[in-house]
């Protein structure tokens, strides 16, 4: 479970609880990533990773790619910083990228081992944030399929607040969409 949110306390936090606590993931061991904890360069583009098969800058990132790797399903919930993800989740997502090879005939392949079920929460403030940031979730759908998610369930809480994110209709819309996929 991946916070992309530098507050541990926040919207992004609470829902990932609420995911952690569905009867559907009950069989699943659920770890906590808050990447506001964690010291995560960006990706310094210097191609190591694709003649190494890792990334050349070692910090906190090092040992995620394992438990990416590893993970029967990934859950990301994080909040809206001017119209995109928070930088903290970017850098993660762009140094995912060590997991990428090039294939002869120029398409890609991905180490992230398991096929993967996912699941993305996106709190926001603004009140219609479910309909101005919805190419936003489609980015980070895109790159759940792009790394095995062969299911995943997503959606924006608009009007989020931790006090209120669980009363939300759209957080119990991704609930139910996060119990299906889990099932199937």
């Known amino acids: 479970m991946i916070n992309g949110s530098p ?8 829902m990932l609880d609420l995911i952690s606590k569905r009867d559907s993931v009950k069989g699943y061991e659920c770890e906590r990533i808050n990447l ?5 360069s960006h990706c310094k583009g210097c191609l190591v990773c694709k003649k190494t098969k890792e990334c050349a800058v070692k910090d906190d990132m090092t040992p995620l790619y394992k438990k990416v790797q590893d993970a029967d399903a990934v859950a990301i919930a994080v909040p ?4 995109h993800e928070t930088g903290l989740l970017k850098n993660f997502i762009d140094r995912l990228y060590a997991l990428m090879d090039r294939n002869p005939d120029n398409s890609w392949s991905v180490r992230f081992g398991n096929k993967k079920k996912g699941v993305i929460a996106i709190p926001c403030g603004s009140p219609d944030g479910n309909m101005i940031y919805h190419g936003m979730m489609t980015n980070l759908v895109v790159v759940m399929r792009m790394f095995g998610a062969a299911d995943v369930a997503s959606g924006i809480v608009p009007s989020a607040a931790p006090g209120t ?3 939300s ?3 119990k819309d991704i609930l139910s969409a996060l119990d299906f996929h889990m099932s199937e």
């Open 165 to 167: 994110v669980a009363d």
């Open 7 to 14: 507050q541990n306390s926040g919207s992004s936090s609470k």
């Open 169 to 171: 209709q759209f957080m």
């Open 36 to 40: 506001g904890e964690l010291n995560i």
């Open 80 to 83: 809206v910083y001017f119209g």
